[in-house]
Structure formats: C-alpha cells, structure tokens
C-alpha cells in the first residue's frame, strides 16, 4: 500500500479554496457580471474545480486502501457515483460518511490497535455538503456553510491521510514479520 502526503492534499485543497473563493464571491460581487469581473471569476472556478479533482483523488485513495471484506464501496465507485444528480444526496453518505466506519471495522478485525477515524466527521461532512445546496440561495448562509465545509474537508484530508499511512506501515510490519519467520 502506498502512503498518502498529507502535505499535498491538505495544501492543494486548501489553498484552492483560498484563492478560490475570494475570487469568485469578493470579486463577483465588487465588479459585478460585468466583462473587467468575468476573468476573475473564471480564474476562480478552475482553481475550484483543481480543489475538486484534488479532493476527488483523495477520497479514491483512502477507499483503495482499505478495500475487501469491511468496504461498503470500491474507491471507482466512491467518487464517480458522487458526480450522479440527486443520488449524490444519499452517496455523501457512503462515500464520505461511510468511510471511517469501513476504516475502523478493518482496524479491529485486523487486530492492529490503530487508531480510530472519527465517524462523526464524516457524518457532518455530509450532512454540511447537503446543506450548502440550501443555503446556496442565500448568499450569507452559503459563506458561513461554505467556511465550515472548507474547515471539515481540511479536517478529514489530515485524518484521512494519517490513518491511511498508519495502516500501511502496519502493514509494512506485519509483512517484514511474516518474512523474517
């Protein structure tokens, strides 16, 4: 199993969004949807969509890395059922709020004493995706729910990453162990 950099994804996504968001809220709505903001907030939407390619790979990642008996999901199916209208309501669900329950089942049948992800996390990570939808309509709503996703997202990279690399140096060990005889 091959480690995950935490420095990579935790940096990519939250610095497209740093850059991202002020681009395209600040900006839009100094200029207005005139022609002088309309490059602005292009800009803006690439640095975006590059967050979510970003954060897309990721979440393939950490399913690869536990796949078998205890996934709910394959990593394919974890990111491409997301980019399905509506469905993707309930896939939140699965793909991100599934994953730590997966992870841990894993930890404790493989008798490895890791420690935990956090399920909580991935439930308000998805119950805060569904509501951004909401609160879209409302532009001061949709920047505090955006912040908040920004900060959870940030939160689950980092342990994400962290457990995926635990687990493959566990791995490593019981590997070196099994060789050694």
């Given at each position: 199993?091959?480690r995950m950099?935490?420095?990579?994804?935790?940096?990519?996504?939250?610095?497209?969004?740093?850059?991202?968001?002020?681009?395209?809220?600040?900006?839009?709505?100094?200029?207005?949807?005139?022609?002088?903001?309309?490059?602005?907030?292009?800009?803006?939407?690439?640095?975006?969509?590059?967050?979510?390619?970003?954060?897309?790979?990721?979440?393939?990642?950490?399913?690869?890395?536990?796949?078998?008996?205890?996934?709910?999901?394959?990593?394919?199916?974890?990111?491409?059922?997301?980019?399905?209208?509506?469905?993707?309501?309930?896939?939140?669900?699965?793909?991100?709020?599934?994953?730590?329950?997966?992870?841990?089942?894993?930890?404790?049948?493989?008798?490895?004493?890791?420690?935990?992800?956090?399920?909580g996390l991935?439930l308000a990570?998805?119950?805060?995706?569904?509501?951004?939808?909401?609160?879209?309509?409302?532009?001061?709503?949709?920047?505090?729910?955006?912040?908040?996703?920004?900060?959870?997202?940030?939160?689950?990279?980092?342990?994400?990453?962290?457990?995926?690399?635990?687990?493959?140096?566990?791995?490593?060990?019981?590997?070196?162990?099994?060789?050694?005889?």
């Open positions: 199993m091959r950099s935490t420095a990579f994804y935790l940096a990519s996504y939250v610095a497209a969004m740093i850059i991202a968001i002020p681009l395209i809220t600040i900006v839009a709505a100094a200029l207005g949807r005139t022609e002088e903001g309309m490059p602005f907030v292009c800009a803006g939407l690439l640095v975006m969509v590059y967050g979510a390619v970003v954060y897309m790979v990721f979440l393939y990642k950490i399913w690869a890395a536990i796949q078998g008996v205890h996934a709910r999901t394959t990593p394919g199916r974890a990111v491409g059922f997301m980019f399905i209208p509506f469905y993707n309501f309930y896939w939140v669900f699965q793909a991100v709020g599934g994953w730590a329950p997966d992870y841990n089942k894993l930890v404790e049948e493989s008798g490895s004493g890791l420690m935990h992800a956090s399920e991935g990570l998805s119950i805060v995706y569904l509501v951004s939808f909401v609160s879209g309509f409302n532009p001061f709503g949709s920047a505090i729910v955006g912040l908040a996703n920004t900060v959870l997202v940030a939160v689950f990279i980092q342990q994400g990453c962290s457990r995926v690399n635990a687990l493959a140096e566990w791995e490593e060990r019981r590997d070196e162990q099994v060789a050694a005889g």
